[in-house]
T-cell receptor, first 120, second 112 residues
Framework: DTGVSQNPRHKITKRGQNVTFRCDPI?????LYWYRQTLGQGPEFLTY????????KSRLLSDRFSAERPKGSFSTLEIQRTEQGDSAMYLC??????????????????FGPGTRLTVL | GDSVTQMEGPVTLSEEAFLTINCTYT??????LFWYVQYPGEGLQLLLK?????DKGSNKGFEATYRKETTSFHLEKGSVQVSDSAVYFC???????????FGAGTRLAVHP
């Protein structure tokens, strides 16, 4: 399967612990996105990378959250000192991108299955 | 800021009924519009998209037309099947950016 993969699929942790999630995008995709989805809501944008550069971060991404994509391939999302309000599904997506002229054509984002985080 | 509003669910239909799920948006500039679907136990999948006004996206019998004058992108299907039961999300991508802004989702249940 050459789709977007995420690990782990489920994570249960105690409040105050740190957790790290991994996302492996489709191999030729240079853009990688993180979203958070709570029950009954649509996904909310957190951040995205083009290659290894983190180009945009949402205000939802507090200082307890950090994302990296060190070699422009896989990405990790770490949450420090977890809180019960962090319980959600964390989704990763990837896409290709053209140059600035093509940006409005909007390449399709392909989503992974998500990591469900439960903070007790 | 930019936002998407879609009709609340659940929507319950009998097989072969006509489906409409309303979606309206607020955006500056010229966003691209999308419908994503999430089947039970699966990840989000792109269903269809439209990148400019009056474009019609279509896939698997579903259609949606980008209406700039009414800022809408309603999803329609002429005859639904049990296998269409899923949660449907309307989304936009603001002009010049690829991040997606989603609506809250509409759950569709189709009964035989």
């Amino acid at each position: 399967d050459t789709g977007v993969s995420q690990n782990p699929r489920h994570k249960i942790t105690k409040r105050g612990q740190n957790v790290t999630f991994r996302c492996d995008p489709i191999s030729e995709h240079n853009r990688l996105y993180w979203y958070r989805q709570t029950l009954g809501q649509g996904p909310e944008f957190l951040t995205y990378f083009q290659n290894e550069a983190q180009l945009e971060k949402s205000r939802l991404l507090s200082d307890r959250f950090s994302a990296e994509r060190p070699k422009g391939s896989f990405s990790t999302l770490e949450i420090q000192r977890t809180e019960q309000g962090d319980s959600a599904m964390y989704l990763c997506a990837s896409s290709t991108s053209g140059g600035a002229r093509e940006s409005r054509a909007t390449d399709t984002q392909y989503f992974g299955p998500g990591t469900r985080l439960t903070v007790l | 800021g930019d936002s998407v509003t879609q009709m609340e669910g659940p929507v319950t239909l009998s097989e072969e009924a006509f489906l409409t799920i309303n979606c309206t948006y607020t955006a500056t500039g010229y966003p691209s519009l999308f419908w994503y679907v999430q089947y039970p136990g699966e990840g989000l999948q792109l269903l269809l998209k439209a990148t400019k006004a009056d474009d019609k996206g279509s896939n698997k019998g579903f259609e949606a037309t980008y209406r700039k004058e009414t800022t809408s992108f309603h999803l329609e299907k002429g005859s639904v099947q049990v296998s269409d039961s899923a949660v449907y999300f309307c989304a936009l991508s603001p002009g010049g950016y690829n991040k997606l802004i989603f609506g809250a989702g509409t759950r569709l249940a189709v009964h035989p």
